[in-house]
């Protein structure tokens, strides 16, 4: 698959993953949060919480479920980028690291799986 068709899909993926969150309570704060070489897909507030969500796109389960593809450098960069982002919002109550997994059926259709307290 092309890079730019794998962007087009991540991105496509973080918008479906942020309308199904907020639909489920989540309070939709930043998209695509950047820093240095890290980004974070998703920031939102629920119960009290900041979550930190970072979006795999899978078109099925052949190669894994989307938890898997989350490796601990990417991880590392997640939570640097989430420490600049507490800092700058000067953020003192708990987080939470999700990851959401989109999966697209064989019939087009989308589904989801949220990986709570994914990593810390």
Known sequence: MSQCRSQ???????????????????????????????????IFKHKGLLVFVEV????????????????????????????QFIHEKDWHYDIRFDIVGVYKDKSGHFHFKQFEDAFY
């Open 56 to 83: 795999k796109f899978r078109s099925g389960t052949g190669y894994g479920y989307a938890e898997e593809f989350v490796d601990f450098t990417k991880r590392k960069l997640i939570v640097k980028a989430a420490d």
């Open 8 to 42: 087009e899909k991540g991105k496509l993926a973080e918008e479906l993953a942020k309308d199904w969150l907020i639909g489920r309570g989540y309070e939709f704060m930043e998209a695509n949060y950047r820093y240095k070489h890290a980004e974070i897909d998703l």
